[in-house]
């Protein structure tokens, strides 16, 4: 199992270190050449989503990883990604591959209670823990997407088809089991 990770900006490292501690190979997408290779599966780590899009499109690799992931490439998309899968951002005018029928509240938690941590259930998984930082949130979503996860009634996770979509940093904290989700229906 190959799972590519977009490696521009953000935090892939972290990715990067539990996929192989999960048995899975990796590679990082850089330029438009590394899109060559074949992989089963796509992360679009945290970071910042201006600048992922911006270089995204400098280097061309925008419009190539759109069709992928309309083709149904599977897709674990954490916090900035969550926000360049987003069709909209109800306080951003921007908006990226807009594959994921979503609308997103970028900074959601305002500057002062940027960053925090709380535990919730997530899908059928009891007691996840979420990191978040300077995190969005899903302010609505289309009825045929499946609300994996909420905080204070906000929702954080979902999951549509093939892209998996959190507005958290599973990959800052110890609990393997979302990513161990994800590499599940990458094989199926
Ligand atoms: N605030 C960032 C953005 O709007 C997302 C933050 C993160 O990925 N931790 O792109």
Redesign the pocket.
Known sequence: MKIAVLALQ?AFLEHEDILHKLGADCIELRKKADLKESFDGLILP?????AQGKLLRELDMFRPLQEKIRDGLPVLA???GL?LLAEKSSNDERAYFQTLPVTVR??AYGRQLGSFHTVQDFGGMKHIPMTF????YIESAREDVEISAKVDGNIVGVRYRNQLAISF?PELDTDRRIHQYFLSFCKA
């Open positions: 953000g945290g970071g910042e989503s201006t954490t916090c900035a926000i970028r900074n930082i300077r995190a969005p940093h």
